[in-house]
């Protein structure tokens, strides 16, 4: 392995639970007993990331917040997070018997435009004296997510026994030994990027939305329209030339 790659990392396209448990997403066994429960999850489909009748929203512009403080209500979220873009819809979620926060929430933004500065300018701020982390709805556009509390999520704590890799607080570093490409095609674990790592100190890219067949055909007759405009405008001035000579 190149000296070069020490120090570079990368992220997670998609979501498989063994890869997720390994720092440099090459390991081919679960390191916990979460990991053999996110993988049932994710083998007998237990897990339906649209069967939440709350959430709602377009999810290519709403963001996912964590680590708040459990004094920080929807008004204060709204206001902090206001300073980014236009909030369309905000859920707080709460414990369902308690009412009490359970520290994360979900933001909707009117356009992908505020999203993108929200997720790359909120991340790490303050709110109510805790650090925030903001990521893209991954439960809604990364194939294959399991949650948390099924064993799956990202991130996580040393001593919770349950960190979790790949994601934007923890990626994964590139791999320093000879990664077992055959082992990770016959579990469908995608293999590392080689060649393509990142910086740590770069920001991944949350996705963007697929275009669909009408707006790609709008985009080539704009192109089409603005090809013809330049020519027609080329012949102008070439005339214009002439005459003047």
Same mark, same amino acid.
């Given at each position: 392995m190149a000296s070069s790659n020490i120090n570079s990392v990368f992220y997670a396209d998609s979501y498989h639970p063994i890869q997720a448990g390994s720092i440099d997403g090459t390991d081919i066994l679960p390191h916990d007993n979460a990991i053999?429960?996110?993988?049932?999850?994710s083998s007998a489909g237990l897990y339906d990331p649209f069967g939440d009748s709350k959430v709602i929203g377009d999810p290519y512009c709403t963001? @996912?917040? !964590?680590? *708040?403080?459990?004094?920080?209500?929807?008004?204060?979220?709204?206001?902090?997070?206001s300073r980014y873009g236009k909030v369309k819809n905000l859920r707080l979620v709460r414990h369902i018997v308690t009412g009490a926060s359970c520290g994360y929430a979900f933001v909707e933004y009117e356009n992908e435009?505020?999203?993108?500065?929200?997720?790359?300018?909120?991340?790490?701020?303050?709110?109510?004296?805790?650090?925030i982390i903001v990521d893209y709805n991954r439960q809604q556009l990364m194939p294959g997510w399991i949650p948390r509390r099924l064993g799956g999520g990202l991130g996580g704590k040393k001593e919770s026994g349950q960190l979790r @890799? !790949? !994601?934007?607080?923890?990626?994964f570093r590139a791999p320093l030994r000879p990664i %077992? *490409?055959?082992? *990770?095609?016959?579990? !469908?674990?995608?293999?590392? %990027?080689?060649?393509?790592?990142?910086? $740590? @100190?770069?920001?991944?890219?949350?996705? $963007?939305? %697929?275009?669909?067949?009408?707006?790609?055909?709008?985009?080539?007759?704009?192109?089409?329209?603005y090809s013809k405009h330049s020519h027609r405008h080329e012949r102008r001035s070439q005339s214009r030339d002439l005459h003047s000579d």
């Open positions: 053999y429960r996110a993988l049932l999850c963001l @996912f917040v !964590g680590h *708040l403080s459990h004094i920080t209500t929807e008004d204060t979220l709204r206001k902090a997070m435009k505020e999203i993108r500065r929200a997720y790359v300018d909120a991340h790490h701020s303050i709110i109510d004296d805790s650090e @890799f !790949g !994601g934007r607080e923890r990626p %077992p *490409l055959d082992d *990770l095609k016959r579990l !469908g674990i995608p293999p590392p %990027p080689e060649g393509r790592y990142m910086s $740590r @100190f770069q920001v991944p890219s949350p996705p $963007r939305r %697929p275009r669909s067949s009408v707006d790609r055909e709008e985009h080539s007759h704009k192109r089409h329209r």
